[in-house]
């Protein structure tokens, strides 16, 4: 672990103490930033969280006094390694978040830079005007890191790039002074150029340096092809070079053309004016054109790029086929045929679905014509979001290759003229093949820009020197075809040494002049762009080092072990979008907007503290433990992570495995053992349910276990399921027609507490034809799971699976009503149980049911009509239970109560809920759960008319709606039970 250099701590405990935002150095913090979505490691000296332009001034006096450095940094997903660095990382995602003044009429609007560009889009939809610019990192990249990279998108061939939008920025120099950029008339560059200081001395050098005819013939030459509009190789002074002060005919100049895309080298950002275009036709649909090559698909694109479409991009078959396996993608796989090696996704949109349709269809028309392709779905408005989802996901998807050897980002960002584009890619894949290599193709195939990437193993010396050696040989390609080496992804550290081959050495000359006239001190994120260290070095890895491997209880082998769970995670950031973005991933993170609660920082603490790790138990770091704290193991990231990463299981297995060093805390048994308690209690559960809500035992307990003191505990039925299923079971009616049998799960919160709903479910079914089953088995373990009591999660495991493993097929399901507890069996189960059930843990998942689920599928299957329930109307709010919505669906709650002809059901568009087990009683947690609460379900639940329902399968779901909103929400089943007639 590099530590912060002694003599420097006295310093940066007295600048930490003299700005309003924050300043931290310690070894997590550090841990957190070292790295971004590249393949780059380097730890910074401390983490800066500026609240203000003085802060920001600050920042810089401290860095040219001390001789450091600032790196500024957004979202964090950069793919070159621009956010990595050794001196003071700039974080302006937390508190320079405003939308600070908008202008209809003239359509711009200026915002800080850790506005997210969708947050923003969001604000502007109402008003008929869109930030146009769009990455498949939109729900988080933000505009300051989409100014620093110059940021295209998917539809940049109708609306171009970032740079295209920027009107004005506001930045403060090196000198500590503010200067704000903008477009210039002759007059007014001159007179900037009269100006003292260094505002006025970036004016003189540039008219100088591009005055100069030998300068511009360089420039001209050797720049890439004009009708490349993806460029972003060094600085833009190609794009200078076409103002008016240089050329008659040019354009107004604006420096801000220089400074997008330079990636925070020259002057740090606090203020965007964007320029905004309007709307675009409200209906969408896209072709899916199937290829059985890649070379046909190039082709398709120069066919496609005749017709008006706003988007053509393409999938190659090696991420098709990471979408398989993929738990959230996999269901956006509706729209393919057979096995294509290549999927070109067109878009097109209209005024109406007809008018897009016809757009499409000419263009089906002509590549069957030209012979392309061989299957053309036309992806309808309502499935589009879903199908440009699938595409989004790639890059992040490609890290789910199994093993070390991963697809790295190097060459990722290549463009070249469209109409060379299908001759490049057959002169790459040869190269590639010279090299073993299987490329992958992801690309911008309209904007002749493909994201191909190698599959190596970084962590093999011959594979680093491999990355080196193939992103140069790409390099000299990419030169040939005159084409760009960084079309939007930037240069950083890893394409910026191939610069003088891209443009010449008297131009990259010309940049180094730039960036230290601007930046004489080298204080602005140094070694990117101009004078950086060979790409293959500050790598996350070393040569030839070995993974540690850990014993651990859960079985991680489908990985290769735990710590390569953690390094699945490629840094994408999917697990920074905010709450409107939808999902449930990272509840921690969206209320509390620090790194450190996100699946990614999550991630690489675990990798780094276990990578470097030399204690006798790997695990025993407090600083993983405070990482991990905030985790609800909501199991979002098992599904929305297009890694997959799994926290919820590494939170459990580190909880074991620290709780060995440390010894488990009084609270944690208490919360593992909830099922043996609430037997207890359930004896003489009058005088229990009083000593729960007792003021003065309540309090007790609930001070003694470290209960938040606000919770109300639930309260123990006065029959619990199992004792009343055998007394009652047989009297209730028997139908006339059994459908089916099934085995009801009595899971350990639906048999003590809610009793009601458990008997509700019961008659349920059995009105509906159902012949219900229970017999003995054992707790699900979702508590001993959720504060890491393995060997008793794993006995309950065990011995379920022996129990039903005989009793449960596909004609025959097991049945649960709490979605914890009975989807443990889908997901935790085959990876906890002994060796010898493993195989019989797998086949009973699939046989496992979720009540929704179940209900829902007959529904489909034509066994549960509507005409058995009411036509009244009814109006239905519906929140998910996480687990639910990563393992199962919420399609089949939503079907199961649209059943009744007239309820409409709405689903409250909230991700976790807060509550999340025992989190949200916890005291230290109390706050943070309800805040969670408060962002999208409390709201909607507040807001809901007195006669709507409000629906929640989860036990604490609804005892967080409970104590939340002071509302009841109901079990579906319920409802259902209600609207029988």
Known sequence: MTLTKPNLLPALEKLKQTLAGELKFDSLTKTLYATDASVYREVPLAVAFPK?????????????????????RTAGTSLAGQCVGNGIVVDVSKHFTSILEFNKEEKWVRVQPGVVRDELNRFLKPHGLFFSPITSTANRAMIGGMVGNNSSGTTSIVYGTTRDKVMELKTILADGNTAVFGGLSKKEFEEKCMLEGLEGEVYRQVKLELSDPTAQKNIEENFPKKSIHRRNTG??????????????????????????????????????????????????????????????????????????????????????????????????????????????????????????????????????????????????????????????????????????????????????DIEDLASYIDEFDKMMEAYGQEPVHYAHAGAGEIHLRPILDLKKKEDQEAFYNISLDVAKLVKKYNGSLSGEHGDGRVRAPFIPLMVGEENYQLFRRIKYTWDPDNIFNPGKIVDTAPMNTFLRYEADMQTPEQETLIDFGHVGGFLRMAEKCNGSGDCRKLPASGGTMCPSYQATRNERDTTRGRANTLREFLTLDKKPNPFDHPEIKEALDLCLSC?????????????????????????????????????AHINDLNGLAGIFPGLSNFALSNGLTGGLMKSILGVAPKRQLPSIQKVNLRTWYKKNYAQLPVPKKIIKTIYLFVDEFTNFNDTEIGITAIKLLRKLGYEIKVVDHQESGRSALSKGLLEKAKKHADANVKVFKELIDGNTPLVGIEPSAILGFRDEYPKLVSKELVEDAKKLKFHTLLIDEFIGREIVAGNIPAHLFTKEKKKIKLHGHCHQKALSSLSWTQKMLSLPENYEVETIPSGCCGMAGSFGYEKEHYELSMQIGEMVLFPAVRDAALDTLIAAPGTSCRHQIADGTGKKAKHPVEILWEAVL
């Open 635 to 671: 199991k979002g990231c098992t599904s929305e992570c297009p890694s997959n990463v799994d926290m919820a299981s590494m939170k459990a297995e580190f909880l074991y495995q620290y709780q060995k060093q440390h010894g488990i805390p009084l609270r944690s048994k208490a919360f």
């Open 52 to 72: 203000t332009d003085e802060d920001i001034m600050q920042l810089i006096s401290f860095a040219k006094s001390h001789k450091t450095s600032l790196i500024p």
């Open 235 to 416: 600085y833009a002074v190609d794009a200078l070079l076409d103002t008016e002060i240089f050329k008659e005919d040019g354009l107004p100049f604006n420096f801000c053309q220089l400074l997008t895309g330079s990636e925070g080298t020259l002057a740090f950002t606090t203020e965007i004016k964007i320029s905004l275009d309007p709307l675009p036709d409200p209906i969408e649909v896209v072709v899916a054109a199937h290829f059985e090559s890649i070379n046909q698909s190039m082709l398709a694109a120069q066919v496609a790029m005749k017709h008006p479409a706003t988007a053509v991009e393409l999938m190659d078959k090696i991420i098709l086929d990471c979408t398989k396996e993929s738990i959230e993608y996999s269901k956006n796989r509706y729209f393919v045929e057979g096995d294509p090696m290549a999927l070109l996704m067109v878009e097109f949109t209209g005024k109406t679905e007809a008018e897009a349709r016809s757009k499409a269809e000419k263009l089906i028309q002509d590549l069957q014509q030209a012979g392309l392709g061989y299957a053309y779905p036309v992806i309808g408005p309502d499935l589009v979001r879903s199908a440009w989802a699938l595409r989004s996901a790639g890059l992040g998807l490609l890290a789910n290759i199994p093993g070390d050897r991963k697809a790295v980002a190097c060459i990722e960002d290549t463009a070249v």
